[in-house]
Antibody, heavy 123, light 107 residues
Framework: EVQLLESGGGLAQPGESLRLSCETS????????MSWVRQAPGKGLEWVSA?????????HYADSVKGRFTISRDGFRNTLYLQMDSLRVDDTAVYYC???????????????WGQGTLVTVSS | DIRMTQSPSSVSASVGDRVRITCRAS??????LGWYQQKAGKVPTLVIY???SLESGVPSRFSGSGSGTYFTLTISSLQAEDVATYYC?????????FGGGTKVEIK
């Protein structure tokens, strides 16, 4: 069974940093590209960032977080990360770790979602 | 970026009714379109991928159609358990983008 478990959310002040983690199990982590998707309270879904599988080294970001967030992965720990710097009030959201339905490159439909971790940015 | 526009933003229908939700892309995305269901307080689940392929375990009353810039999600016979917000998502190119959502309720 695929499991994605996020952690690291919490309350931060504008300008501060947080690091999200997503511990995975139940699949061959290194063969899948992975992404983060967020959802502001009462709002829709927004893709945040993606990282290629370990055969590739590409990272990709939404314009709204480019230059402030960094996605990374640890193949030994089967863990995905999102380093969030220079946080803004509009970064407040539940952040989901998501896995595509196939390890085939460029598969961008997400069949596995973590439960999410809430990030609140407020002064 | 590719803009995804869903309509309507909400729909209220009776149990057994056919419900259609549309999603328009701002440019041609071929068949690279997915649909997600999100029940209140829950995590989104994938319903349809590649515009018309039914995800495993999803009831057959759900179907998807379309290509290019116009797509439709149809629930052939609405059930109480289908109450949720539905989102389309283009998978053609990065950044991935979602529609604004359609809330489906029972009349």
């Amino acid at each position: 069974e695929v499991q994605l478990l996020e952690s690291g959310g919490g309350l931060a002040q504008p300008g501060e940093s947080l690091r999200l983690s997503c511990e995975t199990s139940g699949f061959t982590f290194n063969t899948y590209a992975m992404s983060w998707v967020r959802q502001a309270p009462g709002k829709g879904l927004e893709w945040v960032s993606a990282i290629d599988n370990t055969d590739g080294h590409g990272t990709h970001y939404a314009d709204s977080v480019k230059g402030r967030f960094t996605i990374s992965r640890d193949g030994f720990r089967n863990t995905l990360y999102l380093q969030m710097d220079s946080l803004r009030v509009d970064d407040t959201a539940v952040y989901y770790c998501v896995r595509p339905r196939s390890s085939v490159p460029y598969t961008r439909y997400f069949d596995s979602w973590g439960q999410g971790t809430l990030v609140t940015v407020s002064s | 970026d590719i803009r995804m526009t869903q309509s309507p933003s909400s729909v209220s229908a009776s149990v057994g009714d056919r419900v259609r939700i549309t999603c328009r892309a701002s440019q041609d995305i071929s068949s690279s379109l997915g649909w997600y269901q999100q029940k209140a307080g829950k995590v989104p689940t994938l319903v349809i991928y590649s515009a018309s392929s039914l995800e495993s375990g999803v009831p057959s009353r759900f179907s998807g159609s379309g290509s290019g810039t116009y797509f439709t999600l149809t629930i052939s016979s609405l059930q109480a358990e289908d109450v949720a917000t539905y989102y389309c998502q283009q998978a053609n190119s990065l950044p991935l983008t979602f529609g604004g959502g359609t809330k489906v309720e029972i009349k």
